[in-house]
């Protein structure tokens, strides 16, 4: 099987969307003549018109609220903002608008809306440009939220996003872009709601999403060389939540860490590990445990933005420490 990066993957699945439907259409800044800060729709102004690759004003707000309005009425959006730090300043048009519509008349009204949302550590971006902001998301009912963690999952998950009816918080880590990995040429899917068990174990459950699942499996394959047997579970879709392979995994292995690079405090692996203490306690022989970035504002230094989200080493930390 042929391989491509992350973002090759995600500029395919937009592309091959926009053939298939003509009602997506793409909007964001320097989407059109620039092909979008990190390239992924270069060409595809020439291709499909000024009429469905449209080039923004840098307004946030404006942009995703007009992109609100066209779902509302039919079209299928696909929103880029430039880095997912910029989200608060559209927050009335996602979690008062597009989250709410369809509840509030009664199923009449849909928002089939993509928002992808480039974001994570280890760019030196500093502390507006390298944020993970999916707790934010996730707490808001009507967005579902998608953060996919290798390109196959990338495309398949994002072809399966544009297709939904309700609207969807498309989280791509940056540093992932690069990453490289099998992807079929024929068409595939993969449904939101379903994690993916990426490593077989017996010992100790992670459970990861994003960028951390590369590390969670580097930290797999040390713990193995230490005897040490550790399941990785990629969540992929945040919400929906697929409680099923997570229940399933804890009451095999009875030991789990949950990481993220989000800052500790208020994040999602504390949602995670809440539910498990609630719904899959008997099953524990230890506490649920977080690895988790820490709760500063993310430095420019190199040294200090390293030592401020989790690398392989602390989630191994991690994970002796619910086993010992």
């Not at 491509?4 to 003549?33: C, K, P, T, W």
């Not at 996919?148 to 880590?173: C, N, Q, W």
């Not at 077989?200 to 797999?220: M, P």
Request: with cysteine; net charge negative.
């Amino acid at each position: 099987m042929r391989e491509i990066n992350y973002g090759q993957a995600i500029s395919e699945a937009m592309h091959e969307e926009m053939v298939r439907d003509g009602s997506v259409i793409i909007l964001g800044e320097d989407m059109g003549v620039m092909g979008s800060v990190f390239g992924l729709t270069k060409g595809f102004m020439d291709e499909f018109g000024a009429h469905r690759v449209i080039d923004t004003p840098i307004s946030e707000a404006g942009f995703t609220g007009m992109a609100v309005g066209a779902a509302m009425r039919g079209l299928r959006p696909i929103v880029e903002l430039m880095y997912v730090d910029f989200a608060p300043i559209c927050l009335d048009p996602i979690v008062n608008q597009a989250a709410k519509m369809r509840y509030m008349t009664g199923g009449q009204v849909k928002v089939p809306l993509v928002i992808r949302a480039p974001g994570g550590a280890g760019r030196r971006n500093a502390g507006q440009h390298s944020q993970s902001l999916e707790a934010l998301f996730t707490h808001i009912p009507g967005l579902k939220v998608v953060a996919p963690a290798t390109p196959y999952d990338a495309k398949g998950l994002l072809k399966s996003a544009i297709r939904e009816d309700d609207p969807v918080m498309f989280l791509e880590h940056k540093i992932l872009y690069a990453q490289k990995g099998e992807v079929p040429e024929t068409e595939y899917l993969i449904p939101l709601g379903k994690a993916d068990v990426k490593r077989q174990g017996k010992d100790v459950t992670i459970i990861a999403y994003s960028r951390q699942v590369v590390f969670a499996l580097e930290a797999a394959k040390e713990l193995a060389a230490q005897g040490i047997e550790a399941e990785v579970i990629d969540l992929r879709t945040l919400v929906p939540l697929d409680w099923e392979t997570i229940e399933t995994s804890v009451k095999k292995t009875h030991r789990v860490v949950v990481v993220q690079e989000a800052v500790k405090r208020g994040g999602y692996a504390g949602e995670i590990a809440t539910q498990i203490m609630e719904n899959a306690f008997d099953e524990l022989d230890a506490p649920v445990k977080r690895v988790a970035g820490l709760n500063v504002v993310l430095p420019f230094s190199p040294a200090l933005e390293d030592a401020a989200y989790p690398s392989a080493k602390d989630i191994v930390a991690g994970v002796r420490d619910v086993v010992k």
